[in-house]
Every structure is written in structure tokens, then in C-alpha cells.
């Protein structure tokens, strides 16, 4: 079946430093591939997406590469602030899946001054 | 896009009791689902809520503790039978399909935090 892996948290950086999360998935067929990030305290929000392979999503200066040949979707910026801390969740959905997400298990990132 | 309520926004409740939850949305959708997050883990799909007919239980959870209703297809209930403290969990209700993106993501509701005691 689909899934979805993520690298382990919590990581913690200094602000400004540049970011990295590895996201790697398997699936049958073409999946679109998100990323999702939960505030302390709020609900789940869409950060970014990429529907087919080699197409690059990008918001509020978050970028991720739909890699198929490695089957992965890492997430970065290059300068992280305080205000990034939170949990990212990468996900994939499948139209022969019944549209679901199935998301990875999360990686909690903190940001210090 | 979508607005997503839900109700409660969180609650206490006593085990062996049951809690409805429910889930209102500003416009047609397609697809419902109800996820489950508990204490620091990602989200897992209890079902699909499908309109007019039973829902689609994933592997590991049954309609008989978490029966779902989906009247019409702006409006869907999630009931928590015979809670025990195991499903102390924020529940989330998302949806998706054409009618609010042509590009496969869900749009989640802020989710209802239940604790059992």
C-alpha cells in the first residue's frame, strides 16, 4: 500500500540557518505529493504542493522537488525564522486511493533566536 | 477552498460515555473524511463519510465505536461510542474534491480535542 516516511524530530535550529526535511514515499501509479504544517495551538494548513514529477512547490519561502526516480519530496528554506516552529506533515494522495491523504509522522521544528 | 466548523472545539468527557462531533461546511463538497491525531502523532483516516450511504472504515476502526452520518454534502457527524481514554485524540474532519481544488489536497477543519478520563 501507499505510505509516506519522514525524517524523526524534533529539530531544532538557530534562526537563519537553512532547513531540511526528508520526505520520502511509496505509492503505486502518480501521486500528488503536500506538505502541511500545524501551528502550536491551530489546525492543519496546506504549506505547498506538487502534482507530477519535476514540478517544484513553493510558499512563504518553502520549496519542495517532486524527485520520482528517488521517490522523494524533501522540504527547505534556506533561512529559517522563530515564527517557522511547528509540525510539518508530508502526505501523498492517490486518485485510485479514493482521493485520502495518507500523511508521514511528522517532524516537529523548533526555531531559536 | 472550504470553511470547515466543528463542534466542540473540545471537550471532556467521562469513559464509557458517547460524543458526536460535528462537521459544517460553506459549500458542496465531494469528499469527507474524519482523521484521528493523537498526542503527539500524525494523522490517521478513521473513514470516508460517503453521502446517502454507510461510510468506508479504514483498517482498525469499525462503525460500531465510530459510527459517521453524512446527510447531505455539506454536513457530516462523527460519533465516538463507549469512550475509554485510548481515544483521547483531536479529530479532524477535511475535505476535498473538483468542487474545491482540481489538485488532490483537503482542507481541514481546527479539529475537536477530546479527553477522556
Known amino acids: 500500500g501507499n505510505s509516506v516516511t519522514q525524517m524523526e524530530g524534533p529539530v531544532t535550529l538557530s534562526e537563519e540557518a537553512f532547513l531540511t526535511i526528508n520526505c520520502t514515499y511509496t505509492?503505486?501509479?502518480?501521486?500528488?505529493l503536500f506538505w502541511y504544517v500545524q501551528y502550536p495551538g491551530e489546525g492543519l494548513q496546506l504549506l505547498l504542493k506538487?502534482?507530477?514529477?519535476?514540478d517544484k512547490g513553493s510558499n512563504k519561502g518553502f520549496e519542495a522537488t517532486y524527485r520520482k526516480e528517488t521517490t522523494s519530496f524533501h522540504l527547505e528554506k534556506g533561512s529559517v525564522q522563530v515564527s517557522d516552529s511547528a509540525v510539518y506533515f508530508c502526505?501523498?494522495?492517490?486518485?485510485?486511493?479514493?482521493?485520502?491523504?495518507?500523511f508521514g509522522q511528522g517532524t516537529e521544528l523548533s526555531v531559536k533566536p | 477552498s472550504a470553511v470547515i466548523s466543528q463542534k466542540p472545539s473540545r471537550d471532556i468527557c467521562q469513559r464509557g460515555t458517547s460524543l458526536t462531533i460535528q462537521c459544517q461546511v460553506d459549500?458542496?463538497?465531494?469528499?469527507m473524511f474524519w482523521y484521528r491525531q493523537q498526542p503527539g502523532q500524525s494523522l490517521t483516516l478513521i473513514a470516508t463519510?460517503?453521502?446517502?450511504?454507510?461510510?468506508?472504515?479504514e483498517s482498525g476502526f469499525v462503525i460500531d465505536k465510530f459510527p459517521i452520518s453524512r446527510p447531505n454534502l455539506t454536513f457530516s457527524t462523527l460519533t465516538v461510542s463507549n469512550m475509554s481514554p485510548e481515544d483521547s485524540s483531536i479529530y479532524l474532519c477535511?475535505?476535498?474534491?473538483?468542487?474545491?481544488?482540481?489538485?488532490?489536497?483537503?482542507?481541514f477543519g481546527e479539529g475537536s480535542r477530546l479527553t477522556v478520563l
Open positions: 477535511s475535505v476535498g474534491g473538483a468542487r474545491v481544488s482540481d489538485t488532490g489536497e483537503l482542507f
Open positions: 505509492a503505486t501509479g502518480y501521486p500528488s
Open positions: 506538487a502534482t507530477k514529477a519535476d
Open positions: 502526505a501523498l494522495s492517490s486518485y485510485n486511493q479514493g482521493g485520502k491523504l495518507i
Open positions: 459549500s458542496q463538497v465531494t469528499m
Open positions: 463519510a460517503n453521502q446517502g450511504s454507510e461510510a468506508t472504515y
